[in-house]
T-cell receptor
Framework: SAVISQKPSRDICQRGTSLTIQCQVD?????MFWYRQQPGQSLTLIAT?????????ESGFVIDKFPISRPNLTFSTLTVSNMSPEDSSIYLC???????????FGPGTRLLVL | DQQVKQNSPSLSVQEGRISILNCDYT??????FLWYKKYPAEGPTFLIS?????DKNEDGRFTVFLNKSAKHLSLHIVPSQPGDSAVYFC??????????FGQGTTLQVKP
């Protein structure tokens, strides 16, 4: 399976600011996804990061709040904009390699917004 | 509308015994199911999966059973070990790559 890293691993931010999370994969992958896990909750898909085009967002998530970039087949970023305490979560990227159906997850980014 | 449900928030099992974690789903379009294990402060780790064309898949101590008519799947861990203590998530996919997760079950294996 692909090796996935995320930066930062954790951060504490002030409300109203923005944070960009990076996801790096050690091999080219077909699809990359961003998920959120709020405290005590399950994992929820935010969006599919499409290479070379705009991300596809799930219901309840919008580009202005969670802009996503995917400049190539091994890298993606998720920005959490104009943060509020409700954005405190673990943010996870995952990947799907061509011909497979199993997603593999990065280690996550723990975000606390004060 | 929760399409994937894990109705047991927690499960406690004695070391060496069987752990059975359950998951129910409502969407008949799901054709691939996965189990992930998650420790605090880590990302989910893939454990085992099953396609809708099968009813059982086994990998070492882990076996997943799928009952399509009941829209139910279960994960069996035999024998359970203290290192298995973690949160277990079931997830389902309808072929789009998008995963829908259950709420998770916290498994505690007591020595």
């Amino acid at each position: 399976s692909a090796v996935i890293s995320q930066k930062p691993s954790r951060d504490i931010c002030q409300r109203g600011t923005s944070l960009t999370i990076q996801c790096q994969v050690d091999s080219q992958v077909t699809m990359m996804f961003w998920y959120r896990q709020q405290p005590g909750q399950s994992l929820t898909l935010i969006a599919t990061a499409n290479q070379g085009s705009e991300a596809t967002y799930e219901s309840g998530f919008v580009i202005d709040k969670f802009p996503i970039s995917r400049p190539n087949l091994t890298f993606s970023t998720l920005t959490v904009s104009n943060m509020s305490p409700e954005d405190s979560s673990i943010y996870l990227c995952s990947v799907l390699q061509g011909g497979q159906e199993t997603q593999y997850f990065g280690p996550g980014t723990r975000l606390l917004v004060l | 509308d929760q399409q994937v449900k894990q109705n047991s928030p927690s499960l406690s099992v004695q070391e060496g015994r069987i752990s059975i974690l359950n998951c129910d789903y409502t969407n008949s379009m799901f054709d691939y199911f996965l189990w992930y294990k998650k420790y605090p402060a880590e990302g989910p780790t893939f454990l085992i999966s099953i396609s809708s064309i099968k009813d059982k898949n086994e990998d070492g101590r882990f076996t997943v059973f799928l009952n399509k008519s009941a829209k139910h799947l279960s994960l069996h861990i035999v024998p359970s070990q203290p290192g298995d203590s973690a949160v277990y998530f079931c997830a389902a996919s309808a072929g789009t790559g998008k995963l829908i997760f259950g709420q998770g079950t916290t498994l505690q294996v007591k020595p």
